[in-house]
Each structure stands twice: as C-alpha cells, then as structure tokens.
C-alpha cells in the first residue's frame, strides 16, 4: 500500500506560480511512475503530467506544456509540480497518484496509476 498527500495548493492571481508537493509513504520503494492529474467542476480528469522514475521520461499536457515541470526527489518519497503562468482556466481539484506496476519505459500512460491522494484545491482568479 501507499498513501499519498498532496500539498501546496492555493489561491493565486493569473500570471503567478505554484508548486504542488506530494508526499508519498508506504511501499514506495515498490513504484515505478508519479502523476498529477486535475478535476475541475463539471469537467472530465485531466492527466497534467507524469514522470517515470527508471529513465525520467515525462509526459506533459498540451494544456501545461511549458508552463509546468514535474520532478520527484531521489528517494522517490516526495514528488512535486511546479507551475508557472497561471491561467483562470488551471483551476481544478489537483491529484497526485502513483503507479505500482512496472511498464516499461517512456512517458508514462494516464491508465497505469493506481494509487491516488485526496486532492488540493487550486484556484486561479483573474
């Protein structure tokens, strides 16, 4: 099992930036892949971005693309997206999740994560 708890969410002005952290424990020793994913009101989850920890590839949005950077820490407890130029329309309920399956490599997919945290709110006022 693995428990995760995102932080780092808030409000912010367009323009400004946040960084998203999730903390990761349990058998993390035992994960292959972390991802953000982003639920706004009325709106379908979106996968923002993904890492695998065997070769760093990554996966971004087109809706993020150049604006975000996700990275993890070397222990693969703690996880992280940073995201820049804020847009009213990146408002949503943000999700960290990781994989427990290994998949190979490359971007990992938006289907290979099955463990999921509880979400911090994001919220970008124009």
């Known amino acids: 099992q693995v428990q995760l708890v995102e932080s780092g969410g808030g409000l912010v002005q367009a323009g400004g930036s946040l960084r998203l952290t999730c903390a990761a424990s349990g058998r993390t020793d035992s994960t292959y892949a972390m991802g953000w994913f982003r639920q706004a009101p009325g709106k379908e989850r979106e996968y923002v971005a993904g890492?695998?920890?065997?070769?760093?590839?990554?996966y971004y949005a087109d809706s993020v693309k150049g604006r975000s950077f996700i990275s993890r820490d070397n222990a693969q407890r703690t996880g992280y997206l940073q995201m820049n130029s804020l847009k009213p329309a990146d408002t949503a309920v943000y999700y960290c999740?990781?994989?427990?399956?290994?998949?190979?490599?490359?971007?990992?997919?938006?289907?290979?994560?099955?463990?999921w945290g509880q979400g911090t709110q994001v919220s970008v006022s124009s």
């Open positions: 999740a990781v994989g427990s399956v290994f998949r190979g490599l490359g971007p990992p997919a938006r289907t290979e994560y099955d463990y």
């Open positions: 890492i695998r920890y065997i070769d760093g590839s990554t």
